[in-house]
């Protein structure tokens, strides 16, 4: 497994590097350019510009010199804030993304892994209805009205001396991370907990749940023992998806409670055709991607015995 | 309150002096608060915290608690002294500025004539590739030194002695002062930048010499800047700490005025001003910005080429309704390129919006009719904006007036922003969603967007006439003169219908009852923490 592990961990670099070219290609061919502004920049000041982040080279030779400061780890300056570098950008806001979203991934599993048992344990019984309709709730209801909604409860209308019971946005202490966390885990069990639903339900019609019962074996071993390891593959398999969006895509929870990280940062790169910024981040998502994959391939080694590297 | 008068003899130089600054005024019966800390809200991220890179309002905020030019702006908008106690225009293409003595940078080292001379120079170098450049450019030199033909030791400033500034500038430019109020032109502290060169800014790093001095700064969080006790007027400076907080969505900023995390706004989401009057009533705060939002009419468009096609188009749009009925958020109507009550002009009036709007449609439907259009011929027309609500909303209001007055046939064209604005530079379409704010509260700020050829022009207009009366006005040095020139330039632009204006933009946001000093006076929006002040609540 260690050699696989290892091996895994060479082809991540080739990844990264199609990745980085396609985006590369892709950024640069995207209409508009980061100067293009609501007043037209004047020729000298442009000629300046693109002088200064080396625009004006050829641009096989741009994309060289970008791939000759990312093998040493400079991501380059910022072309949109340039009193920041790329990587100083990604430094401040990678905590804030992790804080957030990697506290809602583990949260959301243990939750959506439970609830979605319990509901194919005692199919069609209330508990059922009710994860069911949970379930149905996070996935219909956009982040952009359920975050807001969050807001008016917890910050605006419970207050305690004018000031609500939790903040409306920002960062800072553990009271600012709530209400985020609340948001992404809601949406996440949303999802977990459908899918550990239908995944176990399905193991439990399986011929060995059939002989596990037949030898006369505790409904509780059956399920905990041969039923739950095979049903948690599915969701093994949402674990990269989740995780990818809960910490480097949460653009609406950003927005909603003005989170100082990655989404906000990758989409206003977008907007503002900050290239430095946007494959920097390409980079980054790209790398915890190729991380996260090889952790569930992993843990599928781990869940079910036939697997072996 | 002392403000500095400012005015030019042709036959003498006449020393301008004022030598005390205005500053926050607290009433006598108000009782200040203990915690003197304000939270503002500012819009989106800054972009740099360097004079030199400023590129937007948000950076001009910042920037001038950080630093003072040669002169500030209150928070009425008034000019005040700033390093500079007085100052005189010797010609009318020269000014001599005298420095203070005690104003220090916010480590105590004396500012001094060298330091605006080297922030200049390193603004026009084209090694530090500046963005803004539009009011250096009246430097002598400036255009020059920026397309790389002349060095920028060349640049037309220059230290008299270590207290005495001169500045030539290409044109007479009677709003010298007000112009050097922004902190686009403020000087810099050399040796902290060649210590840190690209980390100058940093917190820790960053000598300033404004009313503040930076404590922190996380990118997309907060800025926190406290009270520079070197500052020169730092006796009169009452708040001791200021949170500058980017958020880039104006609903979520409400909703952290709301729950009592914001002192003030920035601005309030379209359409939300009769819910949050009703709700926070004088805490909502409007008056009228220094900017205008029109319509660019591509002359060079085979169509909107005829003048009579573009007059029709404006005059049936009833901009009452679309104030008060679509946006409702107390915006001004105007038929005019620039706002009401802009330095150096008059703005004009449309002799036509007094008249009956059944009037306007027959005159403007015989408009269309002479240029070929008619019911069976009907005029077809694209509106390109840049996707937001509010772009959205005017557009399809002004398309259904002309669709019910004229019979026009429209079409909704909308892209992404970057994407516009590179169409509208480039002339790629015929009508296109545009507006205007004055980076100096002068006439000539606004012409700039009819003269032939300006990087501001993006109609494709042209018009030789219009150019010699700004020529002309920039040359007179006697001030009603000059007032009359560039309003006639002005009207004779506007007769030629290059664009379509609607409305003046305002200046909208919530600031609590218990934070003194705010202004509703100022179009230019500064709004300097320096002149606020909390009082106790």
């Known amino acids: 497994m260690f050699a696989y592990t290892i091996r895994r961990l060479l082809f991540a670099v080739p990844t990264i590097l199609a990745v980085v070219t396609v985006c590369y290609v892709m950024v640069h061919m995207t209409p508009g350019g980061p100067f293009d502004m609501d007043r037209k920049v004047a020729p000298a000041v442009l000629a300046n510009l693109q002088a200064k982040y080396h625009l004006d080279q050829p641009p096989l030779q741009q994309y060289l010199y970008y791939l000759g400061r990312l093998l040493h780890g400079d991501l380059g300056a910022s072309f949109k804030y340039p009193d920041w570098t790329v990587n100083e950008l990604v430094a401040k806001a990678l905590p804030v993304s992790l804080a957030v979203g990697g506290l809602s991934v583990p949260i959301s599993m243990v939750i959506g892994i439970w609830i979605g048992a319990v509901a194919a344990v005692r199919r069609n019984s209330f508990a059922d209805y009710f994860v069911s309709a949970i379930g149905n709730i996070g996935n219909a209801v956009p982040s952009f009205v359920l975050g807001p909604v969050l807001i008016l409860v917890f910050a605006l209308e419970i207050q305690h001396h004018d000031i609500g019971l939790l903040p409306a946005g920002g960062w800072g202490g553990w009271k600012f991370r709530v209400l985020p966390i609340a948001l992404l885990t809601i949406v996440n069990v949303a999802t977990i907990s459908r899918v550990m639903r239908g995944s176990l339900l399905e193991v439990l019609t399986s011929s060995f749940i059939r002989t596990a019962r037949a030898k006369g074996l505790p409904e509780r071993t059956v399920i905990v023992r041969h039923a739950l390891r095979p049903a948690l593959m599915p969701v093994l398999s949402l674990f990269t998806s989740i995780a990818l969006s809960s910490i480097t895509a949460a653009v609406v929870t950003e927005t909603v409670f003005a989170l100082p990280g990655l989404g906000l940062l990758i989409v206003n790169g977008a907007i503002n055709r900050d290239y430095t910024l946007v494959l920097g981040l390409v980079v980054l998502v790209t790398a915890i991607a190729v991380l996260f994959n090889l952790i569930v391939d992993l843990l599928y080694a781990a869940v079910d015995p036939r697997i072996r590297y | ?537």
Not at chain 2, 112 to 132: G, L, M, N
Not at chain 2, 296 to 304: E, F, G, I, K, T
Request: aromatic share 10%.
């Open chain 2, 1 to 537: 309150m002392l403000k500095s008068v400012f005015r030019f003899l042709p036959a003498c130089a006449l020393a301008l002096t004022a030598t005390q600054a205005a500053p926050a005024v607290v009433p006598p019966n108000v009782q200040l608060a203990a915690d003197q800390t304000l939270v503002r809200h500012y819009g989106s991220e800054a972009a740099s915290l360097d004079p030199a890179m400023d590129e937007s309002v948000q950076d001009t905020y910042i920037d001038t608690d950080l630093y003072e030019g040669l002169t500030r702006s209150d928070a009425a908008g008034q000019v005040q002294p700033g390093v500079a106690m007085s100052w005189e225009r010797p010609d009318p293409t020269t000014w001599i500025f005298h420095l203070r003595h005690d104003a220090k940078w916010s480590n105590g080292a004396p500012v001094t004539a060298a330091d605006f001379i080297y922030a200049w120079q390193r603004e026009v170098d084209p090694k530090t590739a500046s963005i803004y450049t539009i009011l250096i450019d009246f430097f002598q030199n400036a255009k020059e030194i920026l397309d790389g033909k002349l060095p920028p030791s060349k640049l037309g400033a220059r230290a008299i002695d270590p207290y005495t500034i001169e500045i030539k500038t290409i044109a007479p430019t009677p709003f010298m002062p007000q112009m050097l109020s922004n902190p686009v032109l403020a000087p810099e502290y050399k040796p902290a930048l060649e210590k840190w060169g690209g980390e100058w800014t940093k917190p820790g790093h960053l000598v300033g010499n404004g009313p503040y001095v930076l404590q922190s700064w996380i990118p997309n969080d907060t800025i926190v800047v406290v009270k520079n006790p070197y500052y020169w007027d730092a006796r009169n400076v009452i708040l001791n700490k200021v949170i500058w907080v980017p958020i880039d969505n104006n609903d979520t900023a409400v909703k952290q005025f709301e729950s009592g995390q914001l002192d003030m706004t920035y601005e309030l989401p379209p359409g939300s001003y009769n819910y949050l009057r009703a709700r926070y009533g004088d805490q909502v705060h409007i008056s009228p910005e220094s900017a205008n939002y029109f319509f660019a009419l591509n002359v060079a468009d085979p169509v909107m080429k005829d003048v009579r096609v573009r007059q029709a188009l404006d005059m049936v749009i009833d901009r009452d309704t679309l104030v008060k009925r679509i946006l409702g958020d107390g915006e001004i109507p105007n038929t005019d390129m620039m706002p009401w009550h802009v330095a150096g002009a008059t703005t004009i009036q449309r002799d036509w919006m007094a008249w009956p709007m059944e009037k306007r449609i027959a005159f403007a439907r015989k408009l269309l009719a002479d240029a070929g259009y008619n019911e069976q011929h009907p005029l077809h027309v694209t509106y390109s904006y840049n996707t937001t609500d509010i772009n959205k909303l005017v557009g399809l209001y002004v398309l259904s007036e002309w669709r019910n007055k004229l019979g026009v046939q429209g079409k909704l064209e909308n892209q992404e922003w970057k994407v516009f604005a590179t169409t509208r530079h480039d002339g790629n379409y015929q009508i296109a969603r545009s507006g205007w704010s004055a980076d100096y509260n002068d006439a000539t700020s606004y012409l700039d967007l009819v003269r032939c050829g300006t990087d501001a022009n993006d109609l494709q207009y042209c018009n030789k006439k219009v150019d010699a009366l700004i020529a002309a006005g920039n040359a007179e040095v006697d001030d009603t003169k000059r007032t009359a020139l560039m309003t006639a330039a002005d009207q004779a632009a506007m007769d030629d219908y290059p664009m379509i204006p609607l409305y003046q933009r305002v200046i909208a946001r919530l600031v609590r009852s218990y934070v003194g000093g705010y202004s509703d006076l100022d179009p230019m929006d500064r709004e300097p923490s320096q002149d606020l002040y909390i009082i106790k609540h």
